[in-house]
């Protein structure tokens, strides 16, 4: 068994740690307060390629392994996690058209996002209809030449920035089986009748774009349709594995972020006449918040390496990394605020916007319950 990174992700990773210091870091604050898509933050990751991490270098990304995305996450989020997922999650949806996608549409959609000219998005969940995603109502029906989409999705992320949407539609209602029926069309956002309206109020990552989005009689050609017709349901599937992975890695490097500064302001602030990371209850928290975290991180990385070797046990390591990072992520941040007391309650420091953003990866791309049901099923099904 090796755990060393290779000389090319260890260069990454010190790249991505600079880029963050020098362009996340001092700006985080000042986006979470305002509630405002980080663009120029983003324009910079661009020149660096993170824009286009997943993107095939053939349409201009960087390839990157689900292993090296893990790594950029990281040190992303712990720098902060809203601006973090603004600049990786402008190509948020290109899954669905890398894989299923046809050369024209790859060839015309994907090289602007990883060039970081456009930006994009997965509608997916609705108002009624989050966890349970064959529930869906968004209605797409044909008409000559042309698919004619009404319905509303919900907490979109980049909604109302985003050039163009893989949008999962209904299509065939009266199909045999509960996930067949479901199509994914691609809309943008310049179509009559699509409109946005952005998400605000949010607990957390409050620099990534959230929006609601309406179609009324939106009108987009027949061959905006991605893959198989009544295939789309099924085709996101395929990509849980993956984007589950990075949730988990967003969860250590969130946990990350909160535990560094835990530690340095444990050596900074005196309490009877010494620093309080001399009291033993103090250096428990810090203990136990360190080795968590490098367990959430094998667990992550193992579950990348699967991905990217598709070995069987991808679908429950997936889950297991996505339910154990998020949780231990919500941990670290609550311990790191903890640690700093009253002060940690208020934005003057890092930890509080931490421990805000920690929540939502228990929530997004499938739910802390919905992971431990895949886990559940896939151990009573085929074992581990």
């Known amino acids: 068994m090796d755990f060393d990174l290779s000389d090319e992700q260890q260069q990454l990773v010190r790249e991505v740690r600079r880029f963050a210091d020098n362009e996340v870091r001092p700006v985080a604050t000042e986006y979470d307060v305002a509630e405002e898509f980080p663009h120029d933050v983003v324009a910079k990751g661009a020149e660096m390629g993170l824009t286009g991490a997943q993107i095939p270098v053939e349409y201009g990304g960087a390839g990157f392994s689900t292993l090296d995305i893990a790594l950029v996450i990281e040190e992303l989020y712990a720098a902060d996690p809203g601006i973090g997922g603004s600049v990786l999650g402008t190509a948020f949806g ?16 994907l090289p602007d996002v990883a060039a970081g000219d456009a930006i994009m998005g997965a509608a997916i969940s609705e108002p009624h209809a989050g966890s349970d995603v064959a529930s869906i109502s968004t209605r797409a029906e044909k008409d000559g030449d042309e698919w004619v989409i009404n319905g509303n999705k919900m907490w979109i992320t980049n909604g109302s920035v985003g050039d163009f949407f893989v949008v999962l539609c209904q299509t065939d209602p009266d199909a045999d089986g509960r996930y067949n029926g479901f199509s994914q069309i691609i809309v943008e956002a310049d179509r009559d009748g699509f409109t946005s309206e952005k998400i605000t109020g949010k607990m957390g990552i409050r620099a990534s774009d959230t929006a609601e989005l309406i179609f009324d009689g939106v009108r987009v050609p027949e061959e905006n349709l991605v893959g198989t017709r009544g295939m789309g349901f099924l085709q996101q599937m395929q990509f849980f594995d993956e984007t589950r992975t990075q949730v988990a890695a967003q969860g250590v490097g969130i946990a990350k972020g909160a535990a560094e500064r835990a530690l340095d302001y444990a050596q900074e602030r005196e309490q009877f006449g ?11 928290k810090l203990a136990e918040m360190h080795t968590n975290i490098e367990a959430a991180r094998m667990l992550t990385y193992k579950s990348a390496w699967s991905v990217d070797n598709k070995e069987e046990q991808l679908t429950t390591l997936a889950s297991m990394a996505k339910e154990y990072a998020s949780r231990i992520a919500v941990d670290v941040a609550n311990e790191a605020v903890q640690i700093h007391g009253g002060a940690g309650y208020v934005n003057d420091f890092d930890v509080e916007r931490f421990y805000r953003d920690a929540k939502i990866t228990q929530i997004y791309e499938g739910t802390t319950e919905i992971q431990k049901n895949i886990i559940a099923r896939e151990l009573l099904g085929k074992g581990f």
């Open 94 to 109: 290109s899954e669905a058209i890398v894989g299923f996608g046809t050369e024209e549409q790859k060839a015309e959609y």
């Open 274 to 284: 010494k620093p309080i990371g001399e009291f033993q209850a103090i250096q428990h």
